[in-house]
């Protein structure tokens, strides 16, 4: 997979160079031969797209590059990074295209009608029609983001060009010049378009939400395997599409051998490498499946922390005796969402209401402020 979504990478972007350059020359010159800021416009998008498309040219190579010492999870991230500087090139020309056009409303210039710029227009159409089909195609084969984020280009460009044919027919049987208009609307479709891909793209980089699919794979995996009690702390490293790594914590029998626990583990890990591709390591938490006057009492303290705030939950609960009294400790649950201040004070009535619940148990509390997924 890795290898076709570098291939088709490449492919989109030698084709798009190649069209995006011509439409560009082509549209620039039917621009100033109408006097049109919506086709000059238009024609600008192009040349930034030839340019978008040597960026995902340069970045599908250099994405598709094996892991080094200095990058051991290798380079699929930089398709985030294209990405984003294709959206940044967008909303670059999508800024510079507003002003001129509303600088054009102030001080209007006469459009000129050549049949032959409209039938540029025109083919302009086809061609970004062409390679928006041909890029979503790949991205969506692929599952490369930077090849959707093309064809969602090409989409734009497909309204803005048609939007340029329609105010240019307007003028050509009404006299009503719209051109300047019409440019405005094309820039703030261009700057939407280019703000809604870097913000895509951004997100991955900045730190997304764990994929809930992969998610429910590697725990489907997991509670299926023979020995394995329960799993906790499943966390997912994204390094690029398709490329994760992930750590999750194993509820095992605390009376096993350390050498059975460990070959539980090691399945575990081997399992949901061959099914899933993701590299997986695991910590093993000893769990008293046994004792009975464990399993009472963390029932209890499950039930009160529910009635307290059921977004709560706890994981790792030890109960054991320590001179005349038991002692308690178990990892709170907090949502990430939660601020500092609203998790103290959870703690804080945590504390106090399994005090209250019987003084000859003392409980230790560990805050896990970890990654939860909230619904």
């Keep these: 997979m890795e290898k076709d979504r570098n291939y088709y990478g490449m492919l989109s972007g ?3 160079v190649l069209c995006n350059s011509l439409l560009a020359v082509v549209k620039i010159i ?5 006097s049109s800021m919506a086709v000059l416009g238009d ?3 192009n040349l930034s797209d030839a340019v978008s498309s040597v960026i995902t040219l340069v970045g599908a190579k250099v994405s ?4 080094d010492e200095e990058h051991p999870f290798g ?9 984003a500087v294709v959206a940044v090139l967008i909303i670059q020309v999508g800024l510079t295209l507003l002003r001129d056009s509303v600088q054009r409303i102030f001080k209007p210039e006469a459009l000129s009608l050549y049949p032959m710029a409209l039938a540029m227009l025109f083919l302009s159409v086809l061609v970004k029609g062409g390679l928006f089909i041909f890029n979503r195609r790949l991205g969506k084969k692929s599952g490369s983001k930077l090849l959707l984020a093309t064809a969602k280009d090409s989409f734009f460009d497909i309204i803005t060009t048609s939007l340029t044919i329609a105010t240019t027919l307007i003028y050509a049987y009404t006299k009503v010049n719209l051109d300047a208009y019409a440019g405005v609307i094309v820039s703030v479709v261009i700057i939407i378009a280019g703000a809604d891909i870097l913000k895509e793209m951004l997100t991955p980089l900045i730190g997304a939400r764990m994929d809930p699919e992969l998610v429910s794979g590697i725990n489907d995996i997991i509670k299926n395997e023979e020995g394995v009690l329960g799993s906790h702390d499943l966390v997912i490293h994204n390094y690029g599409p398709e490329e994760n790594m992930a750590t999750v914590h194993l509820e095992l029998d605390k009376e096993l051998r350390l050498i059975d ?14 099914q899933l591709s993701v590299p997986l390591v695991t910590h093993i938490d000893p769990s008293d499946i046994n004792d009975q006057r464990t399993k009472r009492v963390r029932e209890r303290v499950v ?7 059921t977004k709560l939950s706890i994981h790792d609960f030890q109960l054991v005796k320590e001179g005349g009294r038991y002692k308690a400790s178990f990892d709170l649950m907090v949502p990430a969402s939660y601020s500092k201040e609203v998790t103290r004070e959870r703690k804080k009535q945590v504390d106090e209401l399994l005090t209250a619940m019987n003084s000859r148990y003392a409980f230790e509390i560990t805050l896990d402020h970890g990654i939860k997924e909230e619904r």
């Design 14 to 16: 030698i084709i798009g």
């Design 30 to 34: 039917t621009g100033m031969a109408l």
């Design 43 to 45: 024609g600008f998008n």
């Design 64 to 67: 598709g590059k094996e892991a």
């Design 75 to 83: 380079h699929a991230r930089m398709e985030y990074v294209a990405s």
């Design 261 to 274: 626990a460990h070959k539980i583990a090691d399945r575990v890990e081997k399992d949901v490498f061959e």
């Design 303 to 309: 039930k009160i922390i529910e009635a307290l705030d």
